[in-house]
């Protein structure tokens, strides 16, 4: 049983074009995020929603749209594509309340922009 | 910015060694987790300490946190081929929901 997947798991595109990643988490949780990790291994919080809310919105271009139908799923939508993009992303959940705060990480989607 | 910084940036040692890898940052934190990555995958939570805390302890993992320096240290004893990954520090601050990670520190264990 997956925890927390990402689909896909590889994205190869070319520049101005949308594209959209899914995660799913099936842990219960009612947190869950978007990160972006880029070549040099930085990884930096892009997206937090809180039972569909959203919560935590880093300083991210607006070509970059998250949507969360459910609490199990936040998906990433990327607008116009460029080269900066490409780098790797996870999705991640916790729950929201309690005193867990640790993150459970999804595999990863390696977004390539040509 | 506000990322925390690590070092070494990477460490290579044999395997039975100890790797011992800092963590510094520069406000107040809630708390400071440690996440390894291994290659191509995503990050595995290790462990928690408390901003009241000052050392814990998880297996092979032994923790330290001093709030007065800004620094953390993660040891790893008697380290394993295994243990070959990425590890970073996350910590949080005002908002328990948000954290910030450092720059990771790469282990190599070799045989």
């Known amino acids: 049983d997956t925890a927390v997947s990402q689909t896909p798991k590889y994205l190869v595109t070319q520049m101005g074009n949308d594209k959209s990643i899914k995660c799913e988490q099936n842990?219960?949780?009612?947190?869950m995020y978007w990160y972006k990790q880029d070549s040099k291994k930085f990884l930096k919080i892009m997206f937090s929603?809180?039972?569909?809310?959203?919560?935590i919105n880093e300083t991210v271009p607006n070509r970059f749209s998250p949507k969360s139908p459910d609490k199990a799923h936040l998906n990433l939508h990327i607008n116009s594509l460029e080269l900066g993009d490409s780098a790797v992303y996870f999705c991640?959940?916790?729950?929201?309340?309690?005193?867990?705060?640790?993150?459970?990480f999804g595999p990863g989607t390696r977004l390539t922009v040509t | 910015s506000q990322q925390g910084e690590e070092d070494p940036q990477a460490l290579s040692i044999q395997e039975g060694e100890n790797a011992t890898m800092n963590c510094s940052y520069k406000?107040?934190?809630?708390?400071l987790q440690w996440y390894r990555q291994n290659s191509g995958r995503g990050l595995v939570h290790l462990i928690l300490?408390?901003?009241?805390?000052r050392e814990k302890h998880s297996g092979r993992l032994r923790v330290t946190l001093d709030t007065s320096k800004k620094s953390s240290s993660l040891l790893i004893t008697a380290s394993r081929a295994a243990d070959t990954a990425s590890y970073f520090c996350?910590?949080?601050?005002?908002?328990?929901?948000?954290?910030?990670f450092g720059t990771g520190t790469r282990l190599q264990v070799t045989l």
């Open positions: 991640a959940s916790r729950p929201a309340s309690g005193d867990t705060y640790e993150q459970y």
């Open positions: 842990l219960g949780h009612d947190t």
């Open positions: 929603y809180n039972n569909k809310e959203l919560i």
């Open positions: 406000t107040s934190i809630n708390n």
């Open positions: 300490i408390r901003s009241n805390e």
């Open positions: 996350a910590y949080s601050t005002g908002t328990a929901s948000k954290l910030t």
